[in-house]
């Protein structure tokens, strides 16, 4: 099974949270899924990192790098349909760059794991 992490997700995860559910953390952890994580959400982890939000001990191509290949994650590339995909989606939710997880989560057909209950309002399959 195929899986798509929200960012949060993603970061909570590495970082070892325990804000992160158990079901989400068994998922992931799980060697028969993988788990992907969107261009999107490492553009989103770059502008936390820049404005101070987000810190971290080595430089962010690095760090994601190694976080990438240490949990077997890989990434999602965003497409020109992702893009417009988003056009298509009611306004449940105005944040840019949830917008386009949903709408990856539709086209390719993936559950998000997230916390977020907002994703409820799509036709997608959230998971937490």
Known sequence: MRYLLDT???????????????????????????????????????????????????????????????NFIELLPISFEHLLKVRELPLHHRDPFDRLLIAQSLLENLPLIGRDPVFDRYAIARLW
């Open 8 to 70: 949060h997700t993603f970061i909570w995860f590495i970082q070892d949270k325990p804000e992160l559910s158990r079901q989400a953390k068994a998922l992931i952890e799980n060697p028969d899924h993988v788990c992907l994580l969107s261009l999107v959400s490492v553009w989103e982890i770059a502008i936390k990192v820049s404005m101070g939000k987000l810190s971290l001990q080595e430089p962010l191509g690095d760090f994601l790098r190694e976080q990438l290949a240490l």
